[in-house]
């Protein structure tokens, strides 16, 4: 079955440290996301992609970074710069980025459960 | 720039009984709106989609949603209520600008036995 798989489902770091976490899809979609939920503030965009080898800046992308070298892949870096890192993060992908063409249905993944400690 | 409110961060209703979670947008063009489930530690499903192509959209377990463009809004519905329906729901407006979906802040639907 097609869809998108997160990983790590749970992750603890330490203050300071970077960490790295991976959604791939096998949807064949050319759009990626990447969203951090936080409780009653609902989903915010932190990167997005459209097409690969290039992606831009959501509304929260501070201490965050991506890279998008396969349509398959969008891992998402929370780096030591992040101030508040523990969330949960949600990857998802589009069969497009247009929104006007109907066919920007987003598909999630699971999601993974960062915290700091 | 556009937006999406949900009104009520909780909502309880009785099983069996009316569900309504109410969303209001703002667009200075025709919007694209959705609404998505989540359920605990789960990422958001699809329920539904508004396109254009009609005001009442029906979606996936029951749940239908109305576009009113008078009232700018999108509330979601199901006539009866079943324990299995208790969830985060979160509404969303399409931005023509960019392609990125805003979403609403989610609304906690609780079913009571």
């Known amino acids: 079955d097609g869809g998108i798989t997160q990983s790590p489902k749970y992750l603890f770091r330490k203050e300071g440290q970077n960490v790295t976490l991976s959604c791939e899809q096998n949807?064949?979609?050319?759009?990626m996301y990447w969203y951090r939920q936080d409780p009653g503030q609902g989903l915010r965009l932190i990167y997005y992609?459209?097409?690969?080898?290039?992606?831009q800046k959501g509304d929260i992308a501070e201490g965050y970074s991506v890279s998008r070298e396969k349509k398959e892949s969008f891992p998402l870096t929370v780096t030591s710069a992040q101030k508040n890192p523990t969330a949960f993060y949600l990857c998802?992908?589009?069969?497009?980025?247009?929104?006007?063409?109907?066919?920007?249905?987003?598909?999630f993944g699971a999601g993974s459960r960062l915290t700091v400690l | 720039a556009q937006s999406v409110t949900q009104l009520g961060s909780h909502v309880s209703v009785s099983e069996g009984a009316l569900v309504l979670l109410r969303c209001n947008y703002s667009?200075?063009?025709?919007?694209?709106l959705f609404w998505y489930v989540q359920y605990p530690n789960q990422g958001l499903q699809l329920l539904l989609k508004?396109?254009?192509?009609?005001?009442l959209v029906k979606g996936i377990n029951g749940f239908e949603a109305e576009f009113k463009k008078s009232e700018t809004s999108f509330h979601l519905t199901k006539p009866s209520a079943h324990m299995s329906d208790a969830a985060e729901y979160f509404c969303a407006v399409g931005s023509s600008n960019t392609g990125k979906l805003i979403f609403g802040q989610g609304t906690t639907l609780q079913v009571k036995p």
């Open positions: 667009s200075s063009v025709p919007p694209y």
């Open positions: 508004y396109t254009s192509a009609a005001t």
């Open positions: 998802a992908s589009s069969m497009t980025g247009q929104v006007n063409s109907g066919a920007n249905v987003l598909t």
């Open positions: 992609s459209q097409i690969v080898n290039d992606f």
């Open positions: 949807l064949n979609h050319d759009a």
